[in-house]
């Protein structure tokens, strides 16, 4: 079991929910990235879900793009990552999730890079244009060398693709709650309720619900369904509105603010 089984079993026993939030790795730059994810998991963050920044997001709304620009302007790679994330092991367990597109994997070589993932102290790793028909040899490699497979499910998915991906998945479900690009939006779409119901009897993984969690309010709506709430945009833009020793502060107290309010779903 990775550190990401160990967490959510943890927290279950606990009667508690996952807060999973995510910067985009080397935005501004990789040693501040390392002193963020310390920041976040003081304020309560259970798992930290590094963005590895690409030249074609298209996953990502204009928030997380220009967050992926920065960090490639400051030259961040993959291989950087992870030094930086082996770098952060000597001072932390939480768990550590890299969120990013296939190129960069395939580039890096797939076995190569799921056995440097596990060395360097990554847990899990979501790719999101992978699709499950076409994840076979990521799926195996990352297996052989301990790595979680996280696949994505959205409000399209039928029974036959929540049934592959359950069956391919690892560590946990990554539920998209709108149809669409990231972002922080209003309000959680009503469907969520009922499309979670439906993959947890197609799954024994814990499910956790991102796109579009804006606020304490949203992840507590989130939470009393899901095993995890996922918050992006709304973490990234602080990047564009602070810097430095303000920044990581901020970025502490919104990250405890999410935290206390998924314990009150």
Same mark, same amino acid.
């Given at each position: 079991?990775?550190?990401?089984?160990?967490?959510?079993?943890?927290?279950?026993?606990?009667?508690?929910?996952?807060?999973?939030?995510?910067?985009?790795?080397?935005?501004?730059?990789?040693?501040?990235?390392?002193?963020?994810?310390?920041?976040?998991?003081?304020?309560?963050?259970?798992?930290?879900?590094?963005?590895?920044?690409?030249?074609?997001?298209?996953?990502?709304?204009?928030?997380?793009?220009?967050?992926?620009?920065?960090?490639?302007?400051?030259?961040?790679?993959?291989?950087?990552?992870?030094?930086?994330?082996?770098?952060?092991?000597?001072?932390?367990?939480?768990?550590?999730?890299?969120?990013?597109?296939?190129?960069?994997?395939?580039?890096?070589?797939?076995?190569?890079?799921?056995?440097?993932?596990?060395?360097?102290?990554?847990?899990?790793?979501?790719?999101? +244009?992978?699709?499950?028909?076409?994840?076979?040899?990521?799926?195996?490699?990352?297996?052989?060398?301990?790595?979680? =497979?996280?696949? =994505?499910?959205?409000?399209?998915?039928?029974?036959?693709?929540?049934?592959?991906?359950?069956?391919?998945?690892?560590?946990?479900?990554?539920?998209?709650?709108?149809?669409?690009?990231?972002?922080?939006?209003?309000?959680?779409?009503?469907?969520?309720?009922?499309?979670?119901?439906?993959?947890?009897?197609?799954?024994?993984?814990?499910?956790?619900?991102?796109?579009?969690?804006?606020?304490?309010?949203?992840?507590?709506?989130?939470?009393?369904?899901? +095993?995890?709430?996922?918050?992006?945009?709304?973490?990234?833009?602080?990047?564009?509105?602070?810097?430095?020793?303000?920044?990581?502060?901020?970025?502490?107290?919104?990250?405890?603010?999410?935290?206390?309010?998924?314990?009150?779903?």
């Amino acid at each position: 079991m990775t550190r990401i089984g160990e967490k959510f079993k943890e927290l279950g026993e606990k009667g508690e929910k996952a807060l999973i939030a995510f910067i985009t790795a080397g935005d501004p730059d990789l040693e501040f990235t390392g002193e963020c994810i310390l920041e976040m998991e003081k304020g309560g963050a259970d798992i930290i879900e590094l963005g590895v920044p690409f030249s074609d997001p298209m996953a990502d709304g204009p928030t997380i793009q220009k967050s992926s620009e920065r960090a490639l302007t400051a030259g961040t790679t993959l291989p950087k990552i992870l030094a930086m994330v082996k770098s952060v092991r000597q001072r932390s367990r939480v768990p550590i999730v890299l969120m990013g597109y296939f190129n960069p994997v395939f580039r890096f070589g797939v076995a190569k890079f799921a056995a440097a993932a596990v060395a360097a102290g990554v847990d899990g790793v979501l790719l999101v +244009d992978l699709p499950p028909e076409e994840a076979g040899e990521f799926k195996k490699a990352a297996a052989a060398a301990g790595l979680d =497979l996280i696949s =994505l499910l959205t409000p399209t998915s039928d029974a036959g693709r929540i049934a592959k991906v359950a069956e391919l998945g690892s560590g946990f479900i990554y539920y998209v709650s709108v149809t669409g690009v990231t972002g922080a939006r209003q309000s959680v779409a009503d469907s969520m309720f009922g499309k979670v119901a439906e993959i947890r009897e197609k799954s024994p993984l814990p499910v956790a619900v991102g796109f579009g969690i804006s606020d304490p309010v949203q992840a507590a709506r989130v939470a009393s369904v899901a +095993d995890g709430v996922v918050v992006g945009s709304a973490i990234v833009k602080l990047f564009e509105e602070f810097s430095g020793e303000e920044l990581k502060s901020r970025l502490r107290g919104f990250v405890a603010e999410l935290k206390a309010g998924i314990g009150n779903c």
